[in-house]
């Protein structure tokens, strides 16, 4: 049996472009592969838990 698409999809994400360090992808991919989850998911998975719970990033600015 074969589900029907998600007709609201499209309005759930959208596309953007953005520039991430070679490590962070490399990190993402391995997990990709342990959890059989694509990268872009996890990737958004985590963004999304660190939205909900109010986390900040620990930001160090030198002078």
């Known amino acids: 049996m074969k ?3 998600n ?3 499209k309005a759930l ?3 953007i472009t953005i520039r991430l360090g070679v490590d962070v992808i490399e990190y993402f991919k391995a997990q990709a592969k342990q959890t059989g989850i694509g990268y872009q998911n996890l990737i958004n998975l985590y963004l999304t838990e660190c939205a909900h719970s109010g986390k900040k990033p620990a ?3 030198t002078k």
Do not use: V
């Open 7 to 9: 007709p609201h999809a």
């Open 13 to 15: 994400k959208k596309q």
């Open 59 to 61: 930001l160090q600015w």
């Open 3 to 5: 589900g029907r698409a």
